[in-house]
């Protein structure tokens, strides 16, 4: 597909984050943390609840007016308007069908729809016939494949997923997985999730969050490249041992 | 079904009213029976109808102007920060005056005639208009203001293509409040003063004991509310599709 010329987005640079700060009612979430992600790979950031992932992408997406920090892409020139994001919920409009809940973009920014993006996308995640249908009449792995249509719709070199597919069943959690690993390739990507298994299939680095304020443990690479298999006994191996440290700084 | 129901209810009702005339023996000028009520509303009506429409005319201009002002207050509220504070106390304080209190007042400087009645409709559609569409308008899911923000909307695209269609269910039960008060502001107008409506009819009937009369207007108007009501509802129905309470019951 490479004719088309649709999934190539301008080079996806790094991105740092230094002194990010985030106090909620007098409680330090963290403080002067820093996150380093490498250009045009998989970052996976793990951590028990309420340790502070979401603030932290929600500060990288400029969507945390409460929290502080610098945030430098390696190629020096702002991160604003090349980012793109995803949330757990899909956060379709029920007003709009499926093609126009993709391009909801171009209507916020009042351009055209690019319709054969729109249909080569929807063609990927298996739901061009489903094109008109309201998100009502779509069950919820459906709705989340739209939703990850109407991502990478943006074309948008840097994503920040927020635990997109934790309200899945197991089933369509490993289908999204493996769609979205193939189609987020040659992205700077954060992917937020509490499931160790989903960050060894998809991340090209692993991070943990842990602690009071909050700490980033030294970023772990899987061997091989994503998406990796979900049988692969060497991931399960990886798997215990990723839940054995989750659970020790948990406890800690 | 629905339809048997309601035929059933007020076949009821009928045969109810007729019983307590039956058996308390009251006189037709406190309670006329439904046969004299049926006898004088097809006797009286091409007066009930030239009065009827008056009215339906005072309820529609007031029901338009009202929707007009209590949508673009909303949309003032939503979109200008300076604004709402100033007007939201204003509006709230407002609806502290009884606004039948005000009637005898708008008579006073609007006179006899049907503008004093559409000032008074409107004033009563404003407030339940305003208040539901603000609402709407505040409560837009944070999920799809974020989502819109890192695609670059701007403010009023944002209120064009996101929070305006999302408070639009709001939009509409307001409606539906104004679309029940609109005849009660047409009707407590004309009862102040008038020299043309329902209630302009009713108070004249009720002056010279023709309480059969009264009762005939009372079920014109109830009758054009309910299909006002209706009216506006299926009209809701059709237009949001994609509400849970527009989709048939099962």
């Not at chain 2, 409107?122 to 890192?150: H, K, N, S």
Request: positive net charge.
């Amino acid at each position: 597909m490479s004719s088309v010329g649709f999934d190539t987005p301008d080079a996806a640079p790094g991105i740092r984050l230094s002194g990010a700060r985030l106090h909620y009612e007098g409680v330090a979430l963290f403080d002067n943390l820093s996150l380093n992600l490498p250009a045009g790979r998989t970052s996976c950031l793990l951590g028990p609840s309420g340790v502070g992932k979401s603030s932290l992408l929600a500060l990288l997406a400029g969507l945390n007016a409460a929290a502080e920090g610098k945030i430098e892409a390696s190629d020096g020139a702002a991160l604003q308007g090349r980012v793109a994001w995803m949330a757990q919920q899909d956060l379709l409009l029920p007003w709009l069908n499926v093609q126009d809940n993709v391009t909801l973009g171009d209507r916020l920014r009042r351009q055209p729809p690019k319709h054969a993006r729109r249909l080569h996308l929807l063609e990927q995640v298996g739901l061009a016939e489903r094109a008109d249908s309201v998100p009502a009449a779509l069950s919820g792995g459906m709705r989340q494949r739209v939703a990850l249509a109407r991502t990478l719709y943006e074309n948008q070199p840097v994503i920040f997923m927020d635990e997109p597919f934790a309200a899945l069943d197991a089933v369509t959690r490993l289908e999204l997985q493996d769609l979205a690993g193939g189609l987020l390739a040659g992205r700077t990507v954060l992917l937020v999730t509490h499931d160790p298994l989903e960050a060894l299939r998809l991340g090209h680095h692993l991070l943990v969050l842990t602690g009071r304020p909050a700490r980033i443990s030294e970023a772990f690479a899987p061997p091989g490249m994503p998406p990796r298999a979900p049988d692969d006994p060497s991931l399960l191996a990886l798997q215990a041992r990723l839940l054995a440290a989750l659970r020790r700084k948990e406890g800690a | 079904m629905g339809l048997l129901r309601a035929a059933t209810v007020t076949l009821g009702l009928l045969l109810l009213w007729q019983a307590l005339v039956w058996v308390t023996a009251v006189p037709p000028f406190i309670l006329p029976s439904p046969q004299a009520v049926g006898a004088t509303l097809v006797q009286r009506w091409p007066l009930l109808l030239g009065h009827a429409s008056v009215t339906a005319a005072e309820i529609l201009l007031g029901l338009l102007l009202g929707v007009l002002l209590g949508t673009i207050a909303a949309l003032l509220l939503a979109s200008a920060t300076v604004l709402r504070r100033w007007l939201l106390p204003l509006l709230v304080a407002s609806q502290a005056i009884p606004v039948f209190a005000l009637a005898p007042l708008l008579v006073l400087w609007l006179g006899y005639g049907m503008a004093s009645k559409v000032a008074m409709a409107t004033l009563i559609i404003f407030f339940p208009v305003t208040a539901a569409f603000y609402d709407g308008l505040r409560r837009t899911d944070p999920g799809w203001l974020a989502l819109a923000q890192t695609m670059g909307g701007t403010r009023y695209a944002i209120l064009r293509h996101i929070a305006i269609p999302a408070a639009l269910p709001a939009f509409t039960s307001g409606l539906r409040v104004a679309t029940a008060v609109a005849p009660i502001g047409a009707v407590v107008g004309e009862w102040v003063g008038s020299s043309a409506g329902l209630g302009h009819l009713m108070l004249n009937a009720n002056a010279r004991m023709q309480t059969d009369l009264m009762f005939a207007a009372l079920l014109v108007l109830t009758a054009m509310a309910l299909l006002l009501y209706y009216a506006v509802d299926f009209l809701g129905r059709r237009l949001l599709p994609w509400l849970p309470e527009s989709q048939p019951r099962s």
